[in-house]
C-alpha cells in the first residue's frame, strides 16, 4: 500500500511538459570594465589638492589659504602624476594622508611643512 502511495505521489509532483522556450531576460546591469592603461589624464594641481583637502579636513570643508598654499608646492615642486591621481581619487581621511605619505618625496613634504609654518604659525 505504502509502495502505490509513493508511486501516486511522485506521479503527480512529476514535472510538465515544457512550453515553448520563455523570453531571455535583458541584462540591465552595467559592465564593470577595468580603462585600458594611459586612457584617463591624470588630474591638475588645483583639482588634486581640492578633492585630497575635503577627504582629510574635518567637516570636509578645507580652508581657502590651505588649499592655495597646496596648489603652489604642488605646481612649483611638481607633484608627480602618482601622487595627483592618488590625491584625486582618495575616499577617505587615511587614504588622503597616505597620498601624502606615500608619494610626495621628502624634500617635498619638507618644503610643504615649512610653507604651512609660514602661513599658519606654530600652534604652541
Known amino acids: 500500500m505504502r509502495f502505490f502511495l509513493i508511486a501516486a505521489l511522485l506521479a503527480a509532483c512529476g514535472s510538465s511538459p515544457r512550453s515553448a522556450a ?17 586612457a584617463t589624464a591624470v588630474a591638475d594641481c588645483p583639482t588634486a589638492v581640492t578633492h585630497v583637502l575635503t577627504m582629510i ?15 603652489k ?12 591621481s592618488c590625491m584625486a581619487t582618495a575616499m577617505s581621511h587615511d587614504q588622503g594622508q597616505s597620498c601624502y ?14 610653507a604651512m609654518l609660514a602661513a599658519f604659525g ?3
Open 73 to 84: 608646492r604642488c605646481t612649483e615642486d611638481v607633484w608627480s602624476d602618482g601622487a595627483r
Open 101 to 114: 605619505d606615500r608619494d610626495l618625496t621628502n624634500e617635498q613634504r619638507k618644503k610643504l611643512g615649512e
Open 57 to 71: 579636513t574635518p567637516g570636509g570643508v578645507p580652508v581657502q589659504a590651505m588649499s592655495e598654499l597646496h596648489v
Open 22 to 38: 520563455s523570453p531571455a531576460i535583458p541584462n540591465t546591469q552595467p559592465t564593470l570594465v577595468d580603462p585600458p592603461a594611459g
Open 122 to 124: 606654530d600652534s604652541k
